[in-house]
Each structure stands twice: as C-alpha cells, then as structure tokens.
C-alpha cells in the first residue's frame, strides 16, 4: 500500500457566509436562523484544509447529503509550490548539463514534450500543496 493512500485529508464544504455583531450572536439559541449569503441555486465551496479547491453542487440522496464537483480551482498562490532546474552540483556556470539526458515531459525548450492540461487555467494537481 503506497504512503499516498494513507494520508488524511479534512474535508469542509461551505454553504455561506453570514456576518452580524456578536451581541446578536450571543443572544442565538435552540431554533435561531442564520441567513446566509448563498442562493440554492449556487455553487457551495469544497475546502481543503481551510483551503478552497473547488466549486460543488449539493445533492439529497435518500438520508445522505453529497456533493458533486462542479469546477476546481486555482490553488492562491502563496499555498502553490514552484519547481526549481535541478543543476547538477559539478556543473560549470556555462555548462548546459548532461546534453544527452532525455527532457521532461512539459519542457517548453523541447516541443516533443508538450504540457498536457485537461484545466481551463485551474492548478493542476502537481500544483497542489494542501
């Protein structure tokens, strides 16, 4: 079993927002309605770790609610990681590396391997730090 498939991730998905003082807040009890910012007709917001990722649909399946995934989104950019070309440590500052080595998959210097994306500008999961 891969170390991947044991990792734990907390879900979220948030229905609305509401604001209101907190005088108002403490006075709530048993019963008390909070109008939220959210029609029914909209998308909910799935959260990652407080994190966005996607847009959703709420469904009522029998005694189950669900969601579906509607749209990812693009993860904020302090949360993405940046990959770095790893220079070989015996390299010359001219040198170009092992010239030999084949290029990865995505390098935009070698069109025979182009970026594949299925997202319309949405973060890749390889972009993801959750």
Do not use: C
Request: aromatic share 0%.
């Amino acid at each position: 079993m891969s170390t991947v498939e044991n990792v734990t991730i907390d879900l979220a998905v948030q229905l609305g927002t509401a604001s209101m003082p907190v005088h108002q807040l403490l006075r709530m009890g048993r019963g008390a309605v909070i109008a939220l910012d959210q029609l029914e007709s909209e998308d909910v917001v799935l959260l990652a770790h407080n994190t966005p990722i996607a847009k959703a649909q709420v469904m009522v399946q029998g005694e189950n609610i669900k969601v579906t995934i509607t749209r990812m989104l693009p993860l904020p950019a302090e949360r993405r990681r940046t990959a770095k070309p790893a220079i070989p440590a015996d390299a010359d500052a001219g040198s170009q590396g092992d010239m030999d080595a084949p290029a990865a998959a995505g390098d935009p210097e070698n069109p025979a391997n182009p970026v594949e994306s299925a997202t319309d500008g949405a973060a890749t999961p390889d972009d993801r730090t959750v």
